[in-house]
C-alpha cells in the first residue's frame, strides 16, 4: 500500500518568514495530494490540494509543488503569521482508491 | 450548513469493555472513514465505507468494527477495549470516486483504563 512520509515533525519560524513541510509518497499510481490544518481541539481542515497532471497550485500566501518523477510534494507558506501555528497533515490517494494515506504531521510554530 | 459530527467528544472506558462511538454526516456523501490520531503516527486509516452496507479494513482494525445501515452513520465499535487503544478518533466523509476533499468531525478522545 501507499507510504507517505513527511518532515520535518516539528518547525518553528519567525513571523513573517516563510516555512516549507515536504512529503514523500511510494505508490507511483498516487494521483491526489492534499495538505490538511489541524488547530488544537480541532478536526483536520484542507487547506490546498494538488492533482498529479499539475507541478504547483497556489492559494494567496499558500503554494503546493508537486515533482512526480521524484515523488515528493511540498507545502509552502510566506509570510507566516501566528494563527498559521497548528499541525499540518500531508496526504495521497490514487484514483481508484478514495482512502487518504497520511503523513505523520508537522507541527508549526510562527514566533511573535 | 451541513456538518459531521462524532459523539461523545470525551469517552473513559475500562479494559475489556464493549464502546460505540458514533458519527453522523448531513453532507450525503457516499464515502465514509475512521481514523485515530496518536503522537507520531498521524493519522491512520482504521475501517472505510463506500455505501450503505458495504464496509472495510484499514490499515489498523483489529479489535474494532462498524456497520452501515444508512448513508448518515458509521458508528465505530470496539468489541473489547484494550489500553492500546487509547487515542484520538475521527471519523470523516467525501463525495465521490476520486480524490476530493474529507470532511472529519471534530475528534472523540477515549482513554481505555
Known amino acids: 500500500g501507499e507510504n507517505v512520509e513527511q518532515h520535518p515533525s516539528t518547525l518553528s519560524v519567525q513571523e513573517g518568514d516563510s516555512a516549507v513541510i515536504k512529503c514523500t509518497y511510494s505508490?507511483?499510481?498516487?494521483?491526489?495530494f492534499p495538505w490538511y490544518k489541524q488547530e488544537l481541539g480541532k478536526g483536520p481542515q484542507l487547506i490546498i490540494d494538488?492533482?498529479?497532471?499539475?507541478g504547483e497550485k497556489k492559494d494567496q500566501r499558500i503554494a503546493v509543488t508537486l515533482n512526480k518523477t521524484a515523488k515528493h510534494f511540498s507545502l509552502h507558506i510566506t509570510e507566516t503569521q501566528p494563527e498559521d501555528s497548528a499541525v499540518y497533515f500531508c496526504?495521497?490517494?490514487?484514483?481508484?482508491?478514495?482512502?487518504?494515506?497520511f503523513g505523520s504531521g508537522t507541527q508549526l510554530t510562527v514566533l511573535p | 450548513d451541513a456538518e459531521i459530527t462524532q459523539s461523545p467528544r470525551h469517552k473513559i472506558t475500562e479494559t475489556g469493555r464493549q464502546v460505540t462511538l458514533a458519527c453522523h454526516q448531513t453532507?450525503?456523501?457516499?464515502?465514509m472513514f475512521w481514523y485515530r490520531q496518536d503522537l507520531g503516527h498521524g493519522l491512520r486509516l482504521i475501517h472505510y465505507?463506500?455505501?450503505?452496507?458495504?464496509?472495510n479494513k484499514g490499515e489498523v482494525s483489529d479489535g474494532y468494527s462498524v456497520s452501515r445501515s444508512n448513508t448518515e452513520d458509521l458508528p465505530l465499535t470496539l468489541e473489547s477495549a484494550a489500553s492500546s487503544q487509547t487515542s484520538v478518533y475521527f471519523c470523516?466523509?467525501?463525495?465521490?470516486?476520486?480524490?476530493?476533499?474529507?470532511?472529519f468531525g471534530q475528534g472523540t478522545r477515549l482513554t481505555v483504563v
Open positions: 470523516a466523509s467525501t463525495e465521490g470516486t476520486q480524490g476530493t476533499e474529507a470532511f
Open positions: 505508490d507511483s499510481a498516487s494521483n491526489y
Open positions: 494538488i492533482r498529479s497532471n499539475v
Open positions: 496526504a495521497a490517494s490514487t484514483g481508484s482508491a478514495r482512502q487518504l494515506t
Open positions: 453532507w450525503n456523501h457516499n464515502n
Open positions: 465505507s463506500y455505501g450503505v452496507h458495504d464496509t
